[in-house]
């Protein structure tokens, strides 16, 4: 596709439920991102994958989050045992280079989770 | 700490005004700084990116400007249009082993007519 595509866009799931959510990255993008958004802040980095190694995943909150890009393409980030703490945006970015290094990085609209 | 501070919070400004969004880092290695638009319930745009060296860039009726010194940016939006009113995100890009983009809070502009 043209851009970066997440789903769902919306997804509302009852605490302690397993969620995943999916970024398809522009073809050919090297670089994919994962950032976690609350509502009024800034988005905060979660994990970054070069190719289908997962390089840096310092930003994952605890360890019932994970993320796998297991072709170097389409990423999953999956959220186990979600709690109300977890509802936020999550968006995706990728990048054609490895890390960013001046290039552009293209942002999906992000899925809002909400957990009840 | 790697931090990205901005200011104002949010801002109000009448449709063909003038306005100057203002950023504080403190991150370090620096690799980039960039200002990003971000509409409600989309993903961040790009609207500049500047290396140490530059001190300003342009992107249409919008212009960046970089103090590498002072560790300082501002956005300067010139003859704001309706569809200006977003949120505009600093962000400086880590230098470090992984570059990873470190985002600041924004700045929510509204333009009314």
């Known amino acids: 596709g043209a851009g970066v595509s997440q789903s769902p866009r919306y997804k509302v799931a009852k605490r302690g439920q397993d969620v995943a959510l999916r970024c398809d990255p522009i073809?050919?993008?090297?670089?994919l991102f994962w950032y976690q958004q609350a509502l009024g802040q800034g988005p905060e980095f979660l994990t970054y994958?070069?190719?289908?190694?997962?390089?840096?995943k310092s930003g994952l909150p605890s360890d019932r989050f994970f993320a796998e890009r297991p072709e170097g393409s389409v990423s999953t980030l999956k959220i186990q045992r979600t709690q109300q703490e977890d509802s936020a945006v999550y968006l995706c970015a990728s990048s054609f280079t490895g890390g960013y290094m001046n290039t552009e990085a293209f942002f999906g609209q992000g899925t809002r989770l909400t957990v009840v | 700490k790697n931090q990205v501070e901005q200011s104002p919070q949010s801002l109000i400004i009448l449709e063909g005004k003038n306005c100057t969004l203002q950023?504080?880092?403190?991150?370090?290695?620096?690799?980039?700084l960039r200002w990003y638009k971000q509409d409600t319930g989309r993903g961040p745009v790009s609207l500049t990116i500047m290396t140490f060296s530059e001190n300003t860039k342009s992107n249409g009726r919008y212009t960046a400007t970089l103090d590498a010194d002072t560790k300082q940016s501002s956005l300067h939006i010139t003859a704001s249009q309706l569809s200006d009113s977003a949120s505009y995100i600093c962000v400086v890009e880590y230098g470090g082993a992984t570059n990873k983009l470190i985002f600041g809070t924004g700045t929510l502009l509204a333009v009314q007519p």
């Open positions: 994958f070069q190719n289908e190694a997962q390089l840096d």
């Open positions: 950023c504080n880092y403190t991150v370090s290695p620096f690799s980039n």
């Open positions: 073809s050919g993008h090297v670089s």
